[in-house]
T-cell receptor, first 112, second 116 residues
Framework: EAGVAQSPRYKIIEKRQSVAFWCNPI?????LYWYQQILGQGPKLLIQ????????DSQLPKDRFSAERLKGVDSTLKIQPAKLEDSAVYLC??????????FGPGTRLTVT | GENVEQHPSTLSVQEGDSAVIKCTYS??????FPWYKQELGKRPQLIID?????GEKKDQRIAVTLNKTAKHFSLHITETQPEDSAVYFC???????????????FGRGTQLTVWP
């Protein structure tokens, strides 16, 4: 079974620039999550989708972050404009049921 | 929302010894508690989980215990090996509560180092 795919794996941008990340969940997984993991901390949920609808985006900084999941499969997370404090690993995860979540390899973002 | 505390932040043990990592949670409605292992530069991987209707679960050298009354749960690794060295994260879920279905709240992680 193929795992969660993410791209790019690494991205370096300057502050105030824009960036987008892509995630392809495990086939058949209806729930998709985006987490932000700052160095030395545990992942923190940014947004959760159930099929193509948003379930929870309470921790998403909506003035600069946006996410979409068209057709209930792939998802993109965008940051515009980026700030220095956005430097982190962005993890995508998916689940079939309500609990077990499988993570992708992440995108390491460095904002200079 | 839920708050998960994890201790210790670092743990060093000799190969063959046991390691114990402890977590507490704040929301008594939490009903699912997974543990993830994350090696440097890699994705978090689920190693074991426990649900609130079970007090203990074991999988070979790994076991997890849950005390709902005290709102804490622990990871136990026996006969540690150098390849167990990684960061371990506990998490709690309050799945079933409307829009928070399946959301995981993570602890800050424990860096486990197993010395040969």
């Amino acid at each position: 079974e193929a795992g969660v795919a993410q791209s790019p794996r690494y991205k370096i941008i300057e502050k105030r620039q824009s960036v987008a990340f892509w995630c392809n969940p495990i086939s058949g997984h209806a729930t998709l999550y985006w987490y932000q993991q700052i160095l030395g901390q545990g992942p923190k949920l940014l947004i959760q989708f159930q099929n193509n609808g948003v379930v929870d985006d309470s921790q998403l900084p909506k003035d600069r972050f946006s996410a979409e999941r068209l057709k209930g499969v792939d998802s993109t997370l965008k940051i515009q404009p980026a700030k220095l404090e956005d430097s982190a690993v962005y993890l995508c995860a998916s689940s079939l049921g309500a609990h077990e979540q499988y993570f992708g390899p992440g995108t390491r973002l460095t904002v200079t | 929302g839920e708050n998960v505390e994890q201790h210790p932040s670092t743990l060093s043990v000799q190969e063959g010894d046991s390691a114990v990592i402890k977590c507490t949670y704040s929301d008594s409605a939490s009903n699912y508690f997974p543990w993830y292992k994350q090696e440097l530069g890699k994705r978090p991987q689920l190693i074991i989980d426990i649900r609130s209707n079970v007090g203990e679960k074991k999988d070979q050298r790994i076991a997890v215990t849950l005390n709902k009354t005290a709102k804490h749960f622990s990871l136990h690794i026996t006969e540690t090996q150098p390849e167990d060295s990684a960061v371990y994260f506990c998490a709690a879920s309050i799945a079933g509560r409307g829009s928070t279905l399946g959301r995981l709240y993570f602890g800050r992680g424990t860096q486990l180092t197993v010395w040969p």
